[in-house]
């Protein structure tokens, strides 16, 4: 049981710590197709804009600690200024998926060249707030791991209770199910797909400061998570929380598993072979919509 | 709904031929200007990835040449004319590069042309070459493929190439750890999985054992997943071949989950640059690769020209400035031994020519127009390289593989 | 408001033909001046654009008359240019030799490509295409034998006829011309036939598709095909024109550059692609010379047409086109209709 111990184990604990930054990228996601019906193709470039902010604070003589809070709200206000400026002008159009992801695309391509305009093309470093690391089942694992991992577990927690206990929460599900209706309610809808596509900029952004000392900073870095991202958000259900993380969860571990069997070369290919299958057999994902899960 | 009723003939769509002709007349503009240029001058095209990934490399291609073209042409230029460079962005893309490439030799008409940093622009750009009658040289690709199988009579080869940088390493390593026990990790994909196999070779040449082998995918991000593997093949050398942001999380989690302790990593010339080597920080301590240059290097002329480019970029140079700097130099040796600029005459000069470097004499080898150097292993220490190891030239160069001319 | 990809049944058929001529004629054109001044570079750059043109019309097929929007089209047109450089170098040097192969090769993968993606719709299908194209072009990328990630160099030249060969610079324009218009004149010919009107019927309404006998799967998947052999011919002329493959044609940077080059140009025009790959390779070109920033101006200039343009420039040049030529097909005014909206 040595291969167990410390092979087999060990790949699962690295699974999970990926598998919580992959849900955090996935969740922001979900959030903005559930409610906005918006396919965000510059999500990675957020979660680029997250880390560089969060560069640019610690430059600026601010401790992790602060540029880790400061920086979802900077995302925040970049991702409600993006919504209604840019997003709602095309919201309105019967081709809306089509057009909102073009959009987004040609959002992305914009600010990846910002940020290589303004921080140039090399890599940067953000040191990890927290050093050393503890012995967990032969392995030696980083104790700012654990902090990301248990710090990534509690903010997925506290969005699901935020959409699914809170009035605000309401609020969104609510203009997700039946736009209309919520404003004859007197619901300022406008307002309400505004916040929601802001918060899950700063999601994106969250998580990119969260990964910025285990992943470093450059200007690509948003394409590091887009194509599992969007495979996650697919097979877990497009706008379903539970579907985001339980799909992260596992996709991630299917990849950690699997890369001690096959060459890990064949690990992307393996989530979009089974992203294809899912949408072969059930394009609804696992677990349906925001409006309906 | 308006009704408009049309009783005269449709007017022609004026605005719509004004831009057409506006599109076709800056289009056809340029070769005319072309033509006009001045004939007492000698251009030297370049074409370097000035924005994408590579742009660090390509910022100090720039610097390099720049510096060198000034020198030259504040001391009279080459045979009395001035050096002009012209600069175009290749983004790192062969085929952006190709098409670059053909602007400059047919529009701009240089006489020379440099500067491309991937193997794949190298050697596409040296078909263009081919095509035009011109000569290229590059001073960043280190495939062995550009002067080995595919090499071409128009392309030359100013820095150190792969097999070199192995020689060196492999060289440093067998005597300061003989019969180590090395495990490799590369990036999967053609160029990492070479550079692993010709370091293995020259190092099982000298004694090396194997105790692994695994290749990630290239850009991957987490390299955790690895670990397992490497603890349990306890090696005491490392070699890896990943490069830019890859080597920035290797190293940095290898230093996170405390893989690294007590091991000695070697890789590949590319892996640790002054690019990345920030990013790294003190994870990279310790790192020893085979190098064509160092800053550190102990000599008169390497340390007037770090003054000089010091002063002019605000900058330290790394390799890849000290070698497009030295390009220059050996272009300028050539065209003085042929007293033209004649494509022809100036290859012939080429072959076997020695010139002055920061890095010493160099001398081209006419068989495979490779330059041959005395190279260097260097250890990282606080974001210097310094020189633990020295290789003379004709041991280090291997041997000339090129068949075609 | 905004349409992209609706279109009425009676689409200004009339200012498009007069557009397209504009476009042939004005290429002809430069190829007269071009040829008369001895240039080389800028036939060789007309005829990479031209080649990335056809991708563009490709793409549209699909997203402009399917309403199907590809975000992995290159992995056609890499794989034309591949199948075409071995080809070349391996087998025979004809051109003809070197089309038809990458067109039954093109034909093949479409289906197995299309089988996969066509299933699914809207952004299910781009993330399908997006990932097909990034799992290929990794798989070629790792492959020695094709040159792995530095392509294959030493193409040489195609024998299109005695004494015309692809490394003439004029020569070869004007046969990369010819065969874009025999593209473009069939794809637009294709359009009037019933198969056109059931590929617009799907783009609008699919489910009533089925209601009326017609498959719109066997359609869609037509269409596909189609789309992916119109991408993998144009793919097999450019190591023609320039002698070597990369896969870096497969990489999603040319897939978003022809969707970009669509959009602008005009969707659903089949022309217009063909106007915004010759104007956004000029812009490309031209702008990459001052800064080494293009991306942000490119890409502005991509938002702002799809906010306030999106039918493109020819979008919105057809229809006023098509008052001031006089005569009107049908209706006094040509209506964008929605064809499932109540009027």
């Known amino acids: 049981m040595d291969w167990i111990q410390f092979v087999l184990a060990p790949q699962i604990v690295n699974g999970l710590a990926i598998g919580v930054a992959v849900v955090l990228m996935a969740l922001g996601l979900t959030i903005i197709f559930g409610l906005l019906d918006v396919i965000n193709m510059a999500h990675g470039e957020f979660y680029a804009i997250g880390a560089y902010v969060a560069v640019a604070l610690l430059g600026a003589g601010l401790t992790f600690w602060w540029a880790l809070a400061l920086t979802p709200l900077l995302m925040a206000l970049i991702g409600y200024v993006t919504e209604r400026s840019l997003i709602q002008r095309v919201f309105h159009s019967k081709d809306r998926h089509t057009l909102t992801l073009l959009l987004t695309f040609g959002i992305g391509i914009v600010l990846e060249d910002i940020l290589k305009l303004v921080f140039g093309a090399n890599p940067l470093r953000v040191e990890a707030p927290i050093s050393g690391a503890t012995e967990m089942l032969g392995l030696f694992f980083p104790n700012y791991r654990l902090f990301v991992m248990g710090l990534g577990a509690l903010i997925i927690i506290a969005v699901w209770v935020l959409v699914f206990r809170t009035s605000l929460g309401a609020m969104v599900r609510a203009a997700a199910f039946d736009r209309q209706m919520t404003a004859s309610l007197g619901v300022p809808v406008n307002r309400v797909y505004a916040a929601t596509f802001a918060f899950g900029v700063a999601l994106a952004g969250v998580s990119g400061v969260l990964l910025a000392p285990i992943y470093s900073v450059f200007p690509t870095m948003g394409r590091d998570f887009v194509l599992i991202a969007f495979s996650v958000v697919i097979i877990g259900g497009m706008g379903s929380i539970k579907g985001a993380v339980i799909a992260g969860l596992l996709l991630t571990q299917i990849q950690s598993i699997s890369s001690l069997f096959i060459s890990p070369v064949w690990g992307d290919p393996l989530l979009f072979g089974i992203m294809v299958l899912v949408l072969m057999w059930r394009p609804q994902g696992l677990f349906g919509r925001l409006g309906h899960a | 709904m308006k009704l408009k009723a049309i009783t005269t003939t449709p007017p022609i769509n004026v605005k719509r031929l004004g831009i057409a002709t506006a599109l076709a007349s800056a289009a056809l503009g340029l070769p005319v200007c072309a033509m006009a240029q001045d004939a007492s001058v000698i251009r030297i095209g370049v074409v370097t990835p000035l924005s994408g990934t590579y742009a660090g490399i390509g910022q100090q291609v720039k610097w390099g040449l720049d510096l060198a073209a000034a020198q030259l042409n504040a001391s009279g230029g080459i045979l009395g004319r001035k050096l002009e460079l012209i600069y175009e962005d290749e983004e790192a893309n062969p085929a952006v590069a190709v098409q670059k490439a053909e602007k400059l030799f047919q529009v701009s008409k240089v006489d020379f042309l440099t500067g491309t940093v991937n193997s794949g622009s190298t050697l596409a750009v040296g078909q263009v070459a081919e095509r035009n009658a011109r000569l290229i040289a590059t001073t960043v690709s280190f495939a062995d493929s550009i002067t080995g199988d595919k090499c071409s009579p128009n392309v030359f080869r100013v820095n150190a190439r792969a097999g070199m940088q192995s020689a060196a390493l492999a060289d440093w390593m067998a005597s300061t750890r003989p019969n180590a026990n090395v495990f490799y990790l590369g990036p999967d994909y053609e160029m990492g999985r070479s550079t692993v196999a010709a370091f293995k070779s020259a190092a099982e040449g000298k004694g090396a054992k194997t105790a692994g082998e695994v290749f990630a995918p290239l850009d991957n991000k987490d390299y955790s997943p690895f670990f397992g593997q490497i603890r349990a093949a306890r090696p005491t050398v490392i070699y890896t071949s990943v490069a830019g942001n890859d080597t920035v999380r290797l190293f940095n989690q290898m230093s996170e989950f405390g893989v690294s302790n007590n091991i000695q990593?070697?890789?590949?010339?590319?892996?640790?640059?002054?690019?990345?080597?920030?990013?790294?920080?003190?994870?990279?301590?310790?790192?020893?690769?085979?190098?064509?240059?160092?800053?550190?290097?102990?000599?008169?002329?390497?340390?007037?020209?770090?003054?000089?480019?010091?002063?002019?970029?605000?900058?330290?140079?790394?390799?890849?400035?000290?070698?497009?700097?030295?390009?220059?130099?050996?272009?300028?040796?050539?065209?003085?031994?042929?007293?033209?600029?004649?494509?022809?005459?100036?290859?012939?000069?080429?072959?076997?020519?020695?010139?002055?470097?920061?890095?010493?004499?160099?001398?081209?080898?006419?068989?495979?127009?490779?330059?041959?150097?005395?190279?260097?292993?260097?250890?990282?220490?606080?974001t210097q390289f310094e020189i633990v190891g020295k290789v003379a030239a004709a041991n280090a160069i291997g041997p000339d593989t090129c068949t075609k001319f | 408001m905004h349409e992209v990809t609706s279109r009425s049944l009676g689409h200004p058929a009339r200012a498009l033909h007069w557009l397209a001529g504009l476009f042939f004629g004005l290429a002809l054109v430069f190829a007269i001046v071009a040829w008369t001044v001895g240039d080389v570079f800028f036939f060789r750059l007309g005829t990479e654009a031209l080649i990335f043109a056809g991708l563009a019309l490709s793409v549209d097929l699909l997203l402009g008359r399917t309403g199907l929007l590809p975000l992995g089209q290159a992995l056609f047109f890499g794989m034309g240019a591949y199948v075409s450089a071995l080809v070349l170098k391996n087998w025979s040097s004809s051109f003809w030799i070197a089309i038809a192969v990458a067109l039954v090769f093109s034909a093949i993968t479409g289906l197995i490509g299309g089988l996969i993606a066509i299933r699914s719709k809207g952004v299910y299908f781009a993330l399908i295409s997006f990932g097909l194209a990034q799992v290929v072009s990794k798989i070629i990328f790792n492959t020695r034998e094709l040159g792995a990630s530095d392509g294959m160099i030493g193409v040489p030249v195609a024998q299109i006829a005695p004494g015309l060969e692809s490394g003439q610079p004029a020569g070869f324009f004007l046969v990369v011309l010819s065969i874009l218009f025999i593209l473009y004149a069939g794809l637009a010919y294709l359009m009037e036939t019933p198969f056109g009107r059931q590929l617009g019927a799907v783009r609008t309404n699919e489910q009533r598709l089925s209601f009326l006998g017609v498959d719109p799967w066997r359609t869609k998947l037509a269409a596909f095909v189609g789309a992916a052999c119109i991408a993998g011919v144009s793919g097999a002329l450019y190591p023609m024109l320039r002698g070597f493959v990369s896969p870096e044609l497969m990489f999603f940077q040319v897939s978003g550059n022809a969707v970009i080059n669509v959009i602008v140009g005009g969707t659903g025009t089949l022309i217009g692609p063909l106007y915004g790959s010759a104007l956004l390779t000029v812009l490309r070109s031209v702008v990459g010379s001052y800064t080494a920033h293009h991306q942000i101006v490119i890409g502005i200039l991509f938002i702002l047409v799809v906010i306030v343009l999106p039918r493109g420039l020819i979008g919105l040049a057809a229809p006023a086109l098509q008052e001031r030529l006089g005569r009107r097909e049908g209706a006094v005014r040509t209506p964008i209709l929605h064809a499932d909206h109540p009027q």
């Open chain 2, 265 to 382: 990593i070697v890789g590949a010339s590319g892996t640790v640059t002054s690019q990345n080597l920030p990013a790294i920080g003190k994870a990279a301590n310790g790192f020893v690769t085979g190098v064509g240059y160092s800053p550190l290097l102990d000599s008169p002329e390497n340390k007037k020209f770090i003054a000089d480019f010091q002063a002019a970029a605000k900058t330290q140079p790394d390799l890849y400035g000290a070698d497009s700097y030295g390009v220059l130099f050996f272009y300028k040796a050539a065209v003085e031994k042929a007293k033209s600029t004649d494509t022809d005459k100036v290859r012939e000069a080429m072959r076997g020519l020695q010139w002055a470097t920061p890095q010493g004499m160099k001398t081209m080898r006419a068989g495979d127009h490779q330059a041959m150097q005395e190279m260097y292993a260097v250890k990282v220490n606080n």
